[in-house]
Each structure stands twice: as structure tokens, then as C-alpha cells.
């Protein structure tokens, strides 16, 4: 079975804070954790283990893995979510 990993990247900037008592503060609070999740997955790229397959969206954000050693890194990142085909 292949597994496809993606990041609803969006998802977390935007439908994941809470609609019911926004506040600025909410938001770069959320902001703020999304992009410490997405630095680990860039550092991982800077290394050549993994890369962004485009397949015409910036959402969902494919990841095509190079390095089978960093699957469960991918897994355990809670941006990634992992789609078996």
C-alpha cells in the first residue's frame, strides 16, 4: 500500500480558529504553531528528504517522500495527514 502524505495547510491558518470569540491574539497564536510544524517539514526539504509534488493546488500540499527514514517524522507532524492509495 502507498501512502500519500498532504498538508491542509489552509485548514490551519484558517478553519481551525475558533469563530465563536475570535481575537487577533488567537490568530497568531494558531499562526505561530502552524509555522513551527511547517519549519520542521522545510528543514526536512533543505535536506533533500522530502519535496512539494504540485498537482495544481497549493491546497492540499503534497509531499513526495526521498527518504523512507523521515516517514514517521511525516507522520507524527500534526499538519500532515497520511492518504492510503
Do not use: C
Amino acid at each position: 500500500m502507498v501512502k500519500t502524505y498532504v498538508i491542509w495547510w489552509h485548514s490551519k491558518f484558517v478553519d481551525e480558529i475558533n469563530r465563536d470569540s475570535p481575537s487577533i491574539a488567537a490568530i497568531v497564536e494558531k499562526t505561530q504553531k502552524t509555522l513551527m510544524h511547517l519549519e520542521e517539514l522545510q528543514e526536512l526539504e533543505a535536506q533533500g528528504k522530502i519535496t512539494m509534488e504540485l498537482k495544481g493546488s497549493l491546497n492540499p500540499i503534497y509531499l513526495q517522500v526521498k527518504d523512507p527514514a523521515v516517514e514517521l517524522v511525516l507522520a507524527n507532524n500534526p499538519l500532515v495527514e497520511v492518504l492510503d492509495s
